[in-house]
């Protein structure tokens, strides 16, 4: 259990870094950036994974695997 919530809470962090990041990325479209760049830059960028990461690490934590099945 408390794997659990340790797992939990390290994948929300990891999710709130990477869409802080994604959010922040959004600035570049007004400086005129067409949206097919902005979703190819964060697709390049390693710290918009994070959220990504922190979304899996969350759902292992809330629908994984329990060992007492």
């Known amino acids: 259990m408390l794997y ?3 797992l939990y809470l390290i994948g929300f962090g990891l ?3 990477g869409g802080i990041n994604i959010i922040a990325y959004l600035n570049l ?3 005129g950036y067409s949206y097919s ?5 964060i697709g390049r960028r390693p710290e918009c994974y994070l959220l990504l990461v922190g979304l899996i690490l969350i ?3 809330v629908y994984g695997f329990n060992p007492k099945e």
């Open 4 to 6: 659990r919530a340790a």
């Open 15 to 17: 999710s709130v870094a």
């Open 29 to 31: 479209l007004p400086m």
């Open 37 to 41: 760049y902005y979703f190819m830059y």
């Open 59 to 61: 759902w292992i934590s």
